[in-house]
């Protein structure tokens, strides 16, 4: 059965048949495709001559009818910035009701009451909706690595005559129905140019990767055999191997959806994707109250409706960070993440800027809270950040480091880089590290702490995290006109050779890269003490930053790779270290 003839059966079952004029009135079709499609069903034995539903067309719809619904909800809803730090996008309210309430309601309604919730972020903040609408909930723990797929893939034994619905949606007309008879995708009528589908003259959603003309996604599908198999197994395999794509992606076959088109008006829904589409939404809506918001509107003496173009940067390690226009100047505010009030000090943070200003070594800020800990930069156009692969940018980096370093600032706070480890370690309250050599690891690293303190050092005001991410470098006329060094949370006196060795962790080079950097920094005339302190450093900050990344998964907060190659660090240059030093200062 093809889509006009479930729609035009559908149509049936709804309003006893008057005439074929009113049929094509009701169903949106031309009047001599009604015609075409009554006699098709009539001849297939769905329709009597009275153009009534048959047994079989009513053992047909009670086969096909919707059965579940899963609604996908466990993301972050990064683009939401400033709102996402508080509230689940799926709990935003609009026009007083929170969205997926509002969609579990429109469920009910539709005779669907078998409702499984993927969550992940802030999951406790949905555990409510069991007892007040009977939800199921399955926790999606990688929704911070992972996308929607891997969410649907964690139910898809589930799916069996199943709505599949976003979470961000809000539809003015209920979008479910008791009777559902073909699978399908929802579509808007809008053109959206990021999209790469489009409906064809055949209702078949194609994919068009040219054209810039496709259709708006809006998210939600149904799903009944032989469509629902084939999602099922395509979700397994591709779990494994793109973990990271939308779930829409199980449903591309030869740059087609396996799916139907199912079209609906750009009027009659909206999906809440960023702070901006809230606030044109329901401009009442009590979660646009945002301190960063009214935090712009002081700084700049505008109202709130004057901030615009909000757009989320990419999510930092320890920050989120949006873009924002404001009398007609873009800028950047920061907004600190999760956990960092115990990780960072921004008094002290705020002292280092003051150092600093007017010597161009950063993008100053227009604003900077020492007590929360926002900020708000110029926004700079035409800017990349190192290439840590590139030997022209490292070579650049390095050399802004040392005229940075040769500055010998000084500020009135100091970078212990053992006092930060233990106090990264104590944030786990007692928790053991997930490393079960943690212990042996950690007394290896403290023996290099004696021919570190024996060393004479000129101490001066360090970056610490001189990392590739935090050289921009500023263009002009096609060229690279400038480097700058952002990023000064963590700065203080120290040892500037700290920030070769973070820079190395950081862009996690092997030995030879290593090696090569403290040849760049030095200019080729590093000696073998001062490269075995560096040897040291690596180590010592390797376990520095493994800590602080088991602290941030505490938080739910995962860096990959990231994490386990601090963790070897702190092991190899141990090694690398205690064979440069040859044994001296007790290291065995």
Not at 226 to 255: G, R, Y
Not at 326 to 346: A, H, N
Not at 409 to 438: A, C, M, Q, T
């Amino acid at each position: 059965m093809n889509v006009i003839e479930s729609d035009i059966l559908k149509s049936l079952m709804n309003t006893p048949f008057i005439n074929q004029r009113v049929l094509s009135e009701t169903t949106g079709y031309s009047l001599g495709k009604v015609n075409k499609t009554l006699k098709d069903l009539n001849a297939g034995g769905y329709l009597n001559n009275l153009n009534q539903l048959t047994d079989k067309a009513e053992s047909l719809i009670a086969k096909n009818s919707p059965k579940n619904a899963i609604i996908l909800a466990a993301g972050s809803g990064m683009r939401m910035v400033p709102v996402n730090m508080s509230f689940p996008k799926a709990l935003l309210e609009v026009n007083g009701e929170r969205l997926i309430e509002r969609l579990i309601k429109q469920l009910h309604v539709a005779g669907v009451n078998d409702i499984t919730v993927v969550i992940g972020f802030m999951k406790e903040s949905f555990e409510y909706l069991i007892d007040k609408y009977g939800v199921k909930l399955t926790v999606n723990s990688d929704y911070f690595r992972k996308n929607n797929l891997h969410s649907l893939n964690l139910v898809r034994n589930k799916i069996n005559n199943s709505y599949i619905v976003p979470c961000d949606i809000w539809c003015a007309k209920n979008p479910f129905s008791k009777v559902e008879l073909h699978s399908w995708y929802m579509l808007s009528n809008q053109i959206a140019p990021e999209s790469i589908v489009r409906v064809n003259r055949k209702n078949e959603i194609v994919v068009d990767r040219k054209s810039g003309k496709g259709n708006e996604m809006v998210g939600i599908a149904y799903l009944i055999e032989p469509e629902t198999e084939a999602v099922k197994e395509n979700l397994k395999l591709m779990d494994e191997t793109h973990p990271n794509d939308f779930w829409e992606s199980t449903l591309v076959n030869n740059d087609k959806l396996i799916l139907a088109a199912k079209m609906i008006d750009s009027n009659g829904y909206v999906e809440i994707n960023t702070y901006e589409q809230l606030r044109n939404t329901d401009s009442k809506s009590s979660q646009l109250k945002s301190d960063a918001i009214r935090t712009i509107s002081e700084v700049f003496g505008c109202n709130e409706n004057e901030i615009t173009n909000l757009e989320t940067l990419k999510k930092g390690m320890t920050n989120r960070s949006f873009v924002f226009t404001v009398k007609g100047s873009k800028y950047v505010m920061r907004i600190p993440g999760e956990g960092t009030d115990k990780l960072i000090d921004r008094k002290q943070e705020a002292e280092v800027y003051s150092v600093i200003s007017g010597l161009d070594l950063s993008n100053e800020p227009v604003y900077i809270n020492p007590d929360n800990g926002y900020k708000i930069t110029d926004f700079l156009e035409s800017i990349r950040v190192c290439d840590p692969a590139s030997e022209s940018d490292i070579a650049r980096c390095m050399k802004r480091l040392r005229e940075f370093h040769d500055l010998k600032l000084s500020v009135n706070h100091s970078f212990d880089i053992f006092g930060h480890i233990e106090f990264y370690e104590s944030l786990r309250e007692g928790k053991p590290s997930v490393y079960g050599d943690y212990n042996e690891t950690k007394a290896n690293v403290y023996k290099l702490r004696s021919f570190v303190d024996s060393l004479k050092k000129d101490l001066c005001l360090t970056h610490i995290d001189a990392v590739p991410d935090n050289f921009l470098f500023l263009s002009r006329d096609g060229a690279d006109s400038k480097v700058l060094l952002i990023d000064w949370e963590y700065s203080g006196m120290q040892d500037p050779h700290v920030d070769i060795a973070m820079f190395c962790i950081y862009s996690l080079y092997d030995k030879q890269e290593c090696d090569h950097l403290i040849d760049l920094y030095f200019e080729g005339n590093c000696d073998v003490e001062t490269r075995a302190k560096i040897y040291c450093y690596i180590a010592m900050c390797g376990l520095l930053w493994s800590n602080w990344c088991e602290y941030k998964q505490m938080l739910g907060v995962e860096f990959g790779e990231y994490s386990l190659r601090q963790y070897r660090y702190a092991k190899e240059y141990f090694r690398y270290a205690k064979e440069l030093i040859g044994g001296k200062y007790g290291i065995e």
